[in-house]
């Protein structure tokens, strides 16, 4: 009876809430999860698994190798050259960028008449592609006919062939990362900006910081932790994916001086058509970042101040 009582009873109805607001989450994350798990994960699950094959596009059958494409890896002097360049490239192009994109953040927050202006000029190297704009900086480097090499020729410097040579090609690929990443950066910085609470300077000023260095250190770079902790993140991954300017302009030439990490896995998984071998490498290039984050998450997020 008494069991028969509790059925009859009505439920509480916060719990009968709760479970129809946890439905109709699920329900509306669903179609997130499904791409994620579709266009994401599986992948990378496919990716590490053909890391152990000796696959090739073309042919219907293959055999698991284990950990030869990973012995193979470390006496490629291919993949160890790019590996390289990946890495001067990214020490070049993250901080320089981030330097940057502050600099100009911090410029731009200081006008008051064109502001708009100059914050959509510097923007725009980022909505521009990349592909397209490969023209332009072609014309800029060419050894001949190039701006750079006209103007150091007026000081009566001879100007290098900016990409054609293996001594400057990278440092000139860094050149254009910047170009393309300072603005995104800025844009970053200038949010973190203005949510600095303008307070702060004024107490700052009473308590003796009167230049703007000091209240530079004392309240803006404290303040700007967590948009640096972020901007930090997304300057160094998006450095380590560097592939369109070096497809576009030097084709990782020459002489290898400019092939980075994920022009050598296109090149093997789609010129070459050793899949198997390029999953390798797509899974120790998958390994770098998630270990640069970690590190990144790890080192970095004690000293920023979260308000």
Not at 88 to 109: N, Q, R
Request: glycine share 6%; hydrophobic share 55%.
């Amino acid at each position: 009876m008494a069991s028969v009582a509790s059925m009859a009873m009505p439920r509480d109805p916060a719990a009968a809430h709760r479970l129809s607001e946890a439905r109709i989450a699920w329900m509306l994350a669903l179609p997130a999860i499904v791409l994620l798990f579709l266009f994401v994960l599986l992948p990378v699950v496919a990716v590490i698994i053909l890391g152990f094959t000796d696959f090739e596009l073309g042919y219907g059958t293959f055999r698991f190798v284990g950990l030869e494409n990973y012995a193979d890896l470390i006496t490629d002097r291919t993949f160890r050259r790019s590996l390289w360049n990946t890495a001067v490239y990214t020490a070049i192009v993250a901080p320089v960028s981030i330097c940057l994109g502050l600099g100009i953040a911090m410029l731009i927050e200081s006008e008051t008449t064109a502001r708009s202006f100059f914050r959509t000029a510097y923007f725009l190297p980022v909505a521009s592609l990349i592909v397209a704009m490969a023209t332009v900086w072609q014309y800029m480097f060419h050894p001949t006919i190039g701006p750079l090499n006209a103007l150091l020729s007026l000081v009566g410097l001879s100007g290098p062939n900016w990409l054609g040579s293996s001594g400057t090609v990278l440092y000139s690929l860094s050149i254009i990362g910047v170009w393309q990443s300072a603005g995104f950066n800025m844009v970053l910085f200038l949010a973190g900006l203005t949510a600095i609470p303008r307070e702060l300077y004024a107490a700052a000023e009473v308590d003796g910081a009167r230049s703007a260095v000091d209240r530079f250190f004392l309240v803006t770079w404290p303040m700007l932790g967590p948009t640096t902790l972020f901007v930090i993140t997304i300057s160094i991954t998006s450095a380590v994916k560097v592939f369109e300017t070096v497809k576009t302009l030097t084709e990782g030439g020459p002489n290898k001086a400019s092939e980075v990490l994920l022009f050598t896995i296109y090149q093997e998984g789609f010129v070459y058509l050793r899949v198997g071998y390029a999953s390798a490498m797509t899974v120790v290039f998958l390994l770098i970042l998630v270990v640069l984050m970690f590190l990144q998450y790890r080192l970095l997020d004690r000293r920023v101040h979260y308000t």
